[in-house]
């Protein structure tokens, strides 16, 4: 079966942190981008990071730059996203979702759009309190 599974939200201080995990069954991350995406009540979804399993390439929204980390362990097929110092309005829904890659040849932007996403993991909530 071809699936994502996400964990590691839950309920943090403003300023505390949490690392999210993406692990895949079923296909290994070599051939697609793995971006992580949230959504707070009431906003739009947006992209927060993005790294390429082809490559490595990574991106980061600029208001997580420098406090966010994201990163692949291929031996456990899995992409964390550590999330430090973190402020009330990032509590949102977050959610992992992948992208197959192969047919671009290395030739294409990051981040990419969520509605190119082949496979999407169940969102996990973070709530950051004040």
């Known amino acids: 079966e071809v699936q994502l599974q996400a964990s590691g939200g839950g309920l943090v201080q403003a300023g505390g942190s949490l690392r999210l995990s993406c692990t895949a069954s079923?296909?290994?991350?070599?051939?697609?981008?793995i971006s992580w995406f949230r959504q707070a009540p009431g906003k739009e979804r947006e992209v927060v990071s993005s790294?390429?399993?082809?490559?490595?390439?990574?991106w980061y929204a600029n208001s997580v730059k420098g406090r966010f980390t994201i990163s692949i362990d291929n031996a456990k097929n899995t992409v964390y996203l550590q999330m430090n110092n973190l402020k009330p309005e990032e509590t949102a829904d977050y959610y992992c979702?992948?992208?197959?890659?192969?047919?671009?040849?290395?030739?294409?932007?990051?981040?990419?759009?969520?509605?190119?996403?082949?496979?999407w993991g169940k969102g996990t909530l973070v709530t950051v309190s004040s």
């Open positions: 079923g296909f290994t991350f070599d051939d697609y981008a």
């Open positions: 979702a992948a992208e197959n890659v192969k047919t671009y040849e290395g030739n294409y932007y990051l981040p990419r759009n969520w509605y190119g996403m082949d496979y």
């Open positions: 790294i390429s399993g082809e490559d490595g390439r990574i």
